[in-house]
């Protein structure tokens, strides 16, 4: 099982920008397809965006399409989420969460499939 910790959160401003990162311990992260999630108190844990293990796929929940961009190097054994123009309802703790194998970017939303997960990072953006 990989080890993740995720890095980058704090406070952000309305149309802003912040960049998380997640650093996982696997030697085969080539193997993981990687995700972000995210979760304010009181509601589910929702899919942010996804990666394939190559980095050539990507998913994204509507909310965030053309605001937010996932990206991976397999080299450093990193997975980023680059969060422009920033909106209060981004709030959250975001997760970065890992699985063994491919998923296809369809199913990458079912937080079932993924079975490491990091501690999570707060994102606070002000209005």
């Known amino acids: 099982q990989v080890q993740l910790v995720e890095s980058g959160g704090g406070l952000g401003q309305a149309g802003g920008s912040l960049r998380l990162s997640c650093e996982a311990s696997a030697r085969t992260f080539s193997t993981y397809t990687m995700a972000w999630f995210r979760q304010v108190p009181g509601k589910d844990r929702e899919f942010v965006a996804g990666i394939s293990r190559g980095g050539s796929m990507t998913n994204y929940r509507d909310s965030v399409k053309g605001r937010f961009t996932i990206s991976r190097d397999n080299d450093k054994n990193t997975v980023d989420l680059q969060m422009d123009s920033l909106k209060p309802e981004d709030t959250a703790i975001y997760y970065c969460?890992?699985?063994?194998?491919?998923?296809?970017?369809?199913?990458?939303?079912?937080?079932?499939?993924?079975?490491?997960w990091g501690p999570g990072t707060q994102v606070t953006v002000s209005s």
């Open positions: 969460a890992a699985s063994l194998g491919a998923i296809s970017p369809k199913v990458m939303g079912d937080k079932r499939l993924y079975r490491s």
